[in-house]
């Protein structure tokens, strides 16, 4: 192991950690308001919107991140459109987030008993109310751990983005790899980048996880 070469290239690292981060926070956030806003539709079951939504799902669930980007970056201009690198890897994360996320907020707003609904209403709050104060707050919950392994997930996909040449983890690390043939010493300060970006998200959803058992949700 080459101490001086990783000591010497460990800020290119941080670089590309900080534009991966910087892709994966914006595509994850999208990716939640799609999932949120897919899975009310689907939850009420809203005509037309519902059979929409789910074509959409199974399109983003059914093929790979890469192609999605390929579509984006290369497919695109094609009919006049041209999106930065970093765009489209923004809104490749988010369509492929977006259907990982609805299926999870979809499974909290299921676990949220009738009686709620019925409680509240009762107590002459409308549908939206219901929702915000009353159904939201419990599926969040109960979607915790669903929704930080999609987290993961997404932020472990960024390693494609190196296909249409954003420099993000993967491709220093490649570059490197090609230039000076250390791939013992650039695989590890890959992997070592991708270890501190994701490890502190695990502990985070074990400890919200164990919160929001005992402040009562999610039982």
């Known amino acids: 192991m080459d101490w001086n070469f990783i000591s010497q290239y460990t800020p290119m690292y941080i670089e590309a950690a900080k534009l991966t981060l910087w892709i994966g926070v914006l595509g994850i ?24 939504v789910s074509v959409y799902i199974e399109l983003s669930r059914n093929t790979p991140l890469l192609v999605q980007l390929f579509f984006l970056y290369f497919g695109f201009p094609k009919i006049g459109i041209v999106l930065s690198a970093e765009v489209c890897g923004v ?21 949220v008993e009738t009686i709620q609904f019925e409680s509240a209403e009762s107590l002459g709050m409308n549908q939206l109310q219901v929702m915000r104060y009353v159904v939201i ?15 993961i997930f997404l932020l472990k996909e960024t390693s494609v983005f190196s296909a249409i040449a954003l420099a993000d983890l993967m491709y220093v690390a490649k570059d490197l790899i090609g230039l000076y043939y250390m791939t013992t010493e650039s695989l590890f300060m890959l992997v070592l980048a991708y270890l501190i970006i994701l490890l502190p998200i ?11 058992r005992y402040a009562g949700f999610g039982n």
């Open 29 to 52: 956030l999208s990716a939640i308001v799609i999932g949120l806003l897919c899975s009310i539709v689907q939850y009420y079951k809203i005509p037309i919107l519902s059979q929409i």
């Open 91 to 111: 809104v490749g994360l988010a369509f492929l987030g977006g259907s990982y996320m609805a299926e999870g907020f979809r499974s909290g707003l299921e676990s």
């Open 137 to 151: 707050p419990q599926a969040l919950a109960v979607s915790v751990p669903a929704l930080v392994a999609n987290v």
């Open 202 to 212: 695990s502990l985070l959803a074990v400890y919200l996880e164990r919160r929001l």
